[in-house]
């Protein structure tokens, strides 16, 4: 689980490399992972209703060949965060994939708009 102490070092590496302006609007990344393809693209319905964006579903990479595949979900949706809501995010996002009982919300990454 991303914790507040993850994301107040995540603003801080940000705030130092000086690449994205935390005070803007960013391209936030959001992944989800699940062996099911289908609750994956049942919870993207789902949140593109709430603005995401869909970008794409891709393959897991498995560390045992007899595991099974598990594949990845990638949103996006501009916005502007702080740490306490990145945090809320993260909490909500959790929350989500647990009632659409989709195995794990994997975290996040950002961008700037445009790249």
Known sequence: ?????TIIEFF?????????????EL???YFFLDKD?????ELSEKLEKDNYRFVEF???EKLNKKDPQEYYLHLEKIEHH?????????QY??????????????GFDVGNIGE
Do not use: H, P, Q
């Open 12 to 24: 801080n590496d940000l705030k130092s490399k000086e690449d994205f302006n935390t005070e803007a």
């Open 58 to 60: 891709f393959e897991a």
């Open 82 to 90: 702080t740490i306490d809501s990145l945090n809320e995010r993260n």
């Open 93 to 106: 996002l959790y929350k989500i994939a647990e009632e659409m009982n989709v195995s794990l919300y994997d």
């Open 27 to 29: 391209l936030w990344g």
């Open 37 to 41: 393809t289908d609750k994956l693209k």
């Open 1 to 5: 689980m991303i914790t507040k102490e």
